[in-house]
């Protein structure tokens, strides 16, 4: 599979919006459809890495959001952590660490 064709495994945001009203404050949750996501980077883990650039992870937007809101998406430490993290193994290309 050519890499271009790999970007249309990946579509574009399919998040849902739900809205909660509790006492007085309306609370918003995003929830994002990572399967396309997850199938995408089990492809490129098969693909052998480039010359000069190794691919290391899809991010959900999920993530990036919670990034920017937690204030740790400047922070290279804290992303190195997120990929190395088990629990977001199946969003990784690659078995190595960051």
């Known amino acids: 599979m050519s890499k271009s064709?790999?970007?249309?495994?990946?579509?574009?945001a399919r998040r849902r919006i739900v809205y909660h009203?509790?006492?007085?404050?309306?609370?918003?949750?995003?929830r994002?459809?990572?399967?396309?996501?997850?199938?995408?980077?089990r492809i490129l883990a098969q693909e052998a890495p480039g010359k000069d650039?190794?691919?290391a992870a899809f991010i959900p937007?999920?993530?990036?959001?919670?990034?920017?809101?937690e204030g740790w998406f400047h922070d290279a430490a804290a992303w190195k952590r997120w990929a190395n993290d088990?629990?977001?193994?199946?969003?990784?290309?690659?078995?190595?660490?960051?």
């Open 5 to 12: 064709a790999l970007l249309d495994l990946v579509p574009e």
């Open 21 to 30: 009203e509790q006492e007085g404050r309306t609370l918003i949750e995003t």
């Open 32 to 41: 994002q459809d990572v399967a396309p996501i997850l199938d995408a980077a």
């Open 53 to 55: 650039f190794r691919h």
């Open 61 to 69: 937007d999920v993530v990036l959001e919670q990034a920017f809101r």
């Open 86 to 98: 088990p629990a977001n193994a199946a969003f990784r290309t690659w078995a190595g660490r960051l």
